[in-house]
């Protein structure tokens, strides 16, 4: 419901809560669709956090790098986007991107174990936001959330 705005016209993926905006690059500058398709899904859980959707602490505000809320909020994009590519049947691989995420979220949840449960707690709930909306129309057809992915 209320879905951001997505764009295919950058050369980064990035979410803007205060546009609350989607920027992707052209899916055919990926490597791969299941690529495209990660990078989409961490995105979109990204935006479930805006004021008018769930909500999540610390999302609207401006966070530094490597500080707690970031690190959490990335974990839980992380997670959404893997719960969401199991959803339609897409294997996810951790890229070299993803790998220094990682190291940082394992020494994030060596100081503080409890954040991988609010992780994915959150990520849960920004998946179910997601999937909840079963049917989108297209036109004058009714598309399945996972219809075109991989096809």
């Not at 980064?12 to 490597?31: C, E």
């Not at 174990?113 to 009714?142: C, F, H, T």
Request: with cysteine; proline share 5%.
């Amino acid at each position: 419901p209320s879905r951001p705005e997505i764009r295919h016209d950058s050369r980064k993926a990035s979410y803007s809560p205060l546009r609350d905006l989607i920027r992707m690059p052209p899916r055919v500058l990926f490597t791969s669709e299941a690529g495209y398709y990660e990078a989409i899904f961490h995105e979109l859980t990204h935006s479930t956090g805006h004021e008018t959707r769930l909500n999540r602490k610390g999302l609207m505000e401006i966070q530094a790098f490597g500080s707690d809320e970031y690190s959490q909020e990335e974990l839980v994009a992380e997670m959404g986007s893997a719960f969401l590519c199991g959803h339609c049947g897409i294997l996810k691989k951790t890229e070299d991107n993803s790998a220094a995420y990682l190291k940082h979220w394992l020494e994030k949840l060596n100081a503080d174990p409890s954040l991988l449960v609010r992780a994915g707690s959150q990520a849960q709930k920004a998946y179910d936001y997601i999937i909840d909306e079963k049917k989108e129309v297209i036109g004058n057809e009714v598309e399945a959330p996972c219809e075109g992915a991989l096809s």
